[in-house]
C-alpha cells in the first residue's frame, strides 16, 4: 500500500473491517488499484444466488475521475454489455469525487435489482426486456445459472 493516497488506503481498510453485504471486494497483491469484486446476484432478482466476479480499477486521477469497473462473469443485462461494461450514470458524468469504491459497488448491486431497459448498453437485450419482459427475466435466471455459479 505504500506510495497510495491515503484517500484509497482508507476505503480499502474500510472495505476489509465493514464488508458490504453480498459483495467482496479485494486489492489485488500486486497492485493496490486494482480489485477483485464478486457480487452475490440480489434476492428477488433474476440474477438471485448468482456469483458475479467484475474488476475495479482505481485511476491516477481517482478520486477526481471514477473508478474503471467491468463485470468478467457473462449476465444478460440491458444496462451491461458482453465485454461487461456498465451503463451506471456514476461511473460517468455523474460520479463525484465524494463517492466511494462501497458506493459504486452498492449501486451496481441495486442495478441488478432494477435493470433499466430505456438506459441501456446492450441494445438488444434492451429490447427483449421492453418487447417481453418476462422472456428476458428467464433468459437473465438461465444466463446466472449458467454462467454465475
Known amino acids: 500500500m505504500a506510495g497510495l493516497p ?3 488506503i482508507k476505503e480499502t481498510q474500510r472495505l476489509m473491517q465493514e464488508p458490504v453485504s453480498g459483495i467482496t471486494a479485494l486489492p ?3 497492485n493496490a488499484r486494482y480489485f477483485h469484486v464478486t457480487v452475490i446476484g440480489p434476492k ?3 440474477y438471485e444466488n448468482g456469483t458475479f466476479k467484475l474488476e475495479l480499477f482505481l485511476p491516477e486521477e481517482y478520486p477526481m475521475s471514477a473508478p474503471k469497473v467491468r463485470f468478467l ?3 444478460y443485462h440491458p444496462n451491461i454489455d458482453k465485454l461487461g461494461r456498465i ?4 461511473l460517468k458524468d455523474k460520479w463525484s469525487p465524494a463517492l466511494q469504491i462501497r ?3 452498492l449501486s451496481i448491486q441495486a442495478l441488478l435489482s432494477a435493470p433499466n431497459p430505456d438506459d441501456p448498453l446492450a441494445n ?4 427483449a426486456w421492453k418487447s417481453d419482459e418476462s422472456q428476458a427475466i428467464e433468459t437473465a435466471k438461465a444466463w446466472t445459472q449458467k454462467h454465475a455459479i
Do not use: H, Q
Open 6 to 8: 491515503r484517500r484509497i
Open 28 to 30: 489485488d497483491e500486486n
Open 44 to 46: 428477488e432478482s433474476p
Open 73 to 75: 462473469t457473462k449476465i
Open 87 to 90: 451503463c451506471l450514470d456514476i
Open 103 to 105: 458506493t459504486v459497488l
Open 124 to 127: 438488444e437485450v434492451a429490447d
